[in-house]
């Protein structure tokens, strides 16, 4: 089945720097690409999703990018802010919203 | 904005007891999810269903936990019995649905079980 890894488990980042987030991927078969922000004692909530047939998708201050040889995918934070402080989660799909795998997350810490 | 409901938010049950949560996704949303997130780790899909139907329990206990959709809406997720282990979060999640082009989840609130 399929295996997400996640990388670093913790990030801390001056305010305003940029943060990077990698993930890789096991099952040549998956598709789409999302990732969740998790507050801490709420929901995760999805902050951006890829799908295979794109390399590069951006919303503002958020990017993600998707290397379907090397089977990795980033999520890239611009200019970051204290309230982007939280756990993030990668996760990969097959067949498009089948067989969500999460990966083990990262912990972001903006430092003002 | 419509949310995913869940219910109860809190439980707290012995061992070798049984628990049930509750799960009403988004009004017209194909696609429901059952999650368990251990504090820490990432969320552990249990189970999917595509309207009533289970499309994959691949991971899912199946000699203490059982999950229904019975009408393709809301859905129940049952443990018993109840082992300490399977103190978690356990999160429900849904979306349109393949045939809809639109794949995003939506998460519930959650509810928080701590088995004693």
């Known amino acids: 089945g399929e295996n997400v890894e996640q990388h670093p488990s913790t990030l801390s980042v001056q305010e305003g720097d940029s943060a990077v987030i990698k993930c890789t991927y096991s099952d040549s078969a998956s598709n789409y690409f999302p990732w969740y922000k998790q507050e801490l004692g709420k929901r995760p909530q999805l902050i951006i999703d890829?799908?295979?047939?794109?390399g590069e998708k951006k919303d503002q201050r958020i990017a993600v990018t998707l290397n379907k040889t090397a089977k990795h995918f980033s999520l890239h934070i611009t200019e970051t802010q204290p309230e982007d402080s939280a756990v993030y989660f990668c996760?990969?799909?097959?067949?498009?919203?089948?067989?969500?795998?999460f990966g083990p997350g990262t912990r972001l810490s903006v430092l003002p | 904005e419509a949310e995913v409901a869940q219910s109860p938010r809190y439980k707290i049950t012995e061992k070798s007891q049984a628990v049930a949560f509750w799960c009403d996704p988004i009004?017209?949303?194909?696609?429901l999810y059952w999650y368990r997130q251990i504090l820490g780790q990432g969320p552990e899909l249990l189970v999917q269903f595509q309207d009533e139907s289970v499309v994959d329990d691949s991971q899912l206990p199946k000699d203490r936990f059982s999950a229904e959709r019975l009408k393709g809406v809301d859905s129940t997720l049952k443990i018993q019995p109840a082992e300490l282990g399977d103190s978690a979060m356990y999160l429900c999640?849904?979306?349109?649905?393949?045939?809809?082009?639109?794949?995003?989840?939506?998460f519930g609130p959650g509810t928080r079980l701590t088995v004693t």
């Open positions: 996760a990969a799909s097959n067949n498009y919203g089948q067989n969500f795998v």
């Open positions: 999640a849904s979306s349109q649905g393949k045939q809809s082009g639109i794949y995003e989840q939506y």
């Open positions: 890829i799908r295979s047939n794109v």
């Open positions: 009004s017209g949303h194909a696609t």
